[in-house]
């Protein structure tokens, strides 16, 4: 892993992500690029015809004044974890949040995105709303979303949901990379409701297939798969939970307000998603 993108619009929730981000590039020996987009409103130009042009230059200019002031900031909370000399490189682009993400991604050729979150309104519009969703659709990297609350620590244990699908063990792999940087342990879950399918058989096929792997994988039978994952969240220790995008309608389900205020109140930790291929 090479380079790591960081949306920030310097907000509280941005900048205790920030943490996460430059502990995650150390480990991972990444360098991290910083993106902060503005949207300059619309103007028509036949009612400003003389002072068009100063009127984009001024909120470009303040845009950029602003960005000036937040960057040392920024510097001084990686002087303060003895992280300085991690290399930060930074991006100001004008327009769509969602446009210059993806065009970050591709132009600097990103490994991996984080960014922060601020609660449960936000994990709803999240994984539901139009940005979010086009984030997990159309940006082709892991994405860790990292709520306000959650603060820095030790990765020990990743969480990893699965429904043995063939095309899993790819996303699987990607995350025991991630656990051997971190010298994390994979806790692998599948939680089987009355109306999957999975055989026994699978199973086992997977676990002969990554027995020399740090995963132990767990099996448990309920038809109320959130709240299992939020249980096996809680009572195994998980400190990051990995999912795969599967489906909007998924995130939909997980991410509703009630599950959301559970999730939020109860497990603060950061949500790795990653992207089936």
């Not at 992500?17 to 949207?39: D, M, Q």
């Not at 999975?198 to 309920?222: C, G, H, Y």
Request: charged share 30%; proline share 3%.
């Amino acid at each position: 892993m090479k380079k790591i993108l960081f949306p920030t619009d310097f907000s509280e929730a941005a900048t205790n992500a920030f943490v996460h981000a430059l502990e995650f590039a150390k480990v991972v020996k990444a360098e991290l690029v910083l993106l902060h987009t503005f949207e300059i409103p619309v103007y028509d130009s036949q009612f400003f015809p003389e002072n068009y042009a100063s009127i984009y230059s001024s909120i470009e200019l303040a845009k950029f004044e602003m960005f000036k002031d937040e960057i040392p900031k920024l510097r001084a909370i990686a002087a303060e974890r003895n992280l300085e000399n991690i290399v930060i490189k930074h991006r100001l682009m004008d327009g769509d949040l969602i446009y210059n993400l993806k065009n970050a991604v591709e132009e600097d050729e990103i490994d991996f995105v984080i960014m922060g979150t601020t609660g449960v309104s936000d994990w709803t519009k999240f994984f539901t709303g139009s940005n979010t969703n086009s984030v997990i659709s159309e940006v082709k990297v892991p994405v860790l979303c990292v709520p306000i609350d959650a603060k820095f620590k030790k990765i020990k244990t990743i969480g990893f949901t699965t429904r043995y699908r063939e095309k899993d063990k790819a996303e699987l792999r990607k995350v025991l990379k991630i656990a051997k940087k971190t010298d994390a342990k994979v806790k692998s879950l599948y939680v089987r409701s009355s109306t999957t399918d999975v055989s026994d058989m699978t199973i086992k096929e997977w676990q002969t297939e990554f027995a020399n792997e740090n995963v132990e994988f767990l099996v448990l039978p309920s038809d109320e798969v959130k709240e299992t994952i939020l249980d096996f969240v809680l009572f195994k220790d998980i400190d990051i939970l990995t999912t795969i995008t599967h489906k909007r309608s998924f995130f939909e389900s997980i991410f509703d307000s009630s599950f959301s205020q559970k999730i939020t109140k109860e497990v603060s930790i950061p949500v790795l998603i990653m992207h089936e291929n």
